[in-house]
């Protein structure tokens, strides 16, 4: 299990942009297993329909790809790589997630060459899938810009 602290170890997101607060699960290279914590005090619950409170897709898929950066990352040096979404394939959003809810997160590695990973995400409430899809991160070396 890894905590905040050691999540901002591996990956650059900072707040308000990391959207992970621990993993529950690690396989390094395979499998990660994590937690997002909705809370009504996140800064895009002002403008992202303010009277109807629902956590943006775009944030969801962008949980679930730091949750498999993490999974990717957990070997390398954080100072020197660095994750970036390349590619979302056949995302669905099933339930829309709601300040309150605890968003489990999951990361599974299918492909992983020169630098691309591509993983199976999926996010869940209590059990009930809010969105499931495939992701591919590009892994790129910060020293060589």
Known sequence: MLD???IRAL???RYPFLLVDKILELEPGK????IKNVSANEPHFQGHFPEYAVMPGVL???ALAQTAGIAVSINKKR???LGV??????????RKVFPGDTLKLEA???VSKHGLIKAKVTASVDGQIAAEGEIKIMM????GK
């Open 4 to 6: 905040n602290s050691e």
């Open 11 to 13: 990956i650059l997101h």
């Open 31 to 34: 499998k990660a297993v994590g």
């Open 60 to 62: 969801i898929v962008e």
């Open 79 to 81: 100072e020197s790589t």
């Open 85 to 94: 979404l390349a590619g979302i394939d056949g995302m669905k959003f099933k």
């Open 108 to 110: 599974e590695m299918l």
């Open 140 to 143: 790129t070396d910060l020293n």
